[in-house]
């Protein structure tokens, strides 16, 4: 049963990453000139979404999602040339773990790529992170750090450019897994809405 709703959980991110896509390609309809990027990128991200987290012990599963804000979610990197960029994401969501909050993200070299003026995709593969929030820290309780492999996909509309600076509208998916020590382990599945204050 937990395949199955996990299957499910999977496919409905995927078609409104899909959706989000083409909704995104179809905007595009200015006759702007493309701009000029270059040099460094930087990028912070505020926004929510939903994550699903299951944990090999049994003690929590996929069939239960939770709501979640992005925090932090940051993007450094250098273009290549006007389209291709190399990055650094560092995604990151807050959710609840045995009455505590806990942090879900990663440390993911990616590459990003402007398909159109506005329209761009993004993705990559990483170190995962899973660790207590740094507000919720308690001894022996809600101390502990897990780590792993996580993958990440985006993708966003520049909704408005000036100079240096544009802001956009994004969709991120990540799936990743953390060791927690012997054979156990913890999965997660995120998907994020936001919005992003770029510079480059």
Not at 4 to 31: P, R, Y
Not at 42 to 57: C, N, P, R, T, Y
Not at 59 to 71: E, I, L, P
Not at 89 to 118: A, C, M, T
């Amino acid at each position: 049963m937990t395949t199955i709703k996990k299957q499910i959980l999977l496919k409905i991110a995927c078609i409104t990453f899909a959706f989000g896509s083409s909704t995104t390609n179809a905007q595009n309809t200015n006759l702007e000139p493309t701009s000029q990027r270059e040099g460094f990128i930087i990028e912070f991200v505020v926004g929510g979404g939903l994550i699903s987290i299951e944990d090999s012990a049994g003690v929590q599963t996929f069939d239960k999602s939770q709501g979640t804000f992005v925090f932090p979610d940051l993007k450094l990197g250098y273009m290549l040339n006007k389209k291709l960029a190399l990055t650094v994401s560092l995604p990151g969501n807050i959710y609840e773990f045995k009455d505590n909050d806990r942090h879900f993200g990663g440390f993911i070299p990616s590459v990003q790529y402007w398909v159109k003026d506005r329209w761009w995709i993004h993705g990559g593969i990483g170190l995962a992170i899973d660790s207590p929030a740094l507000y919720d820290i308690k001894d022996d309780v809600n101390d502990n750090w897990n780590f792993g492999c996580t993958v990440m996909t985006s993708t966003g509309y520049e909704i408005y450019k000036k100079k240096n600076f544009a802001l956009n509208v994004q969709s991120k998916l990540i799936l990743g897994r953390t060791s927690l020590g012997g054979d156990a382990h913890r999965d997660a599945v995120i998907f994020n809405v936001g919005l992003g204050f770029s510079w480059l």
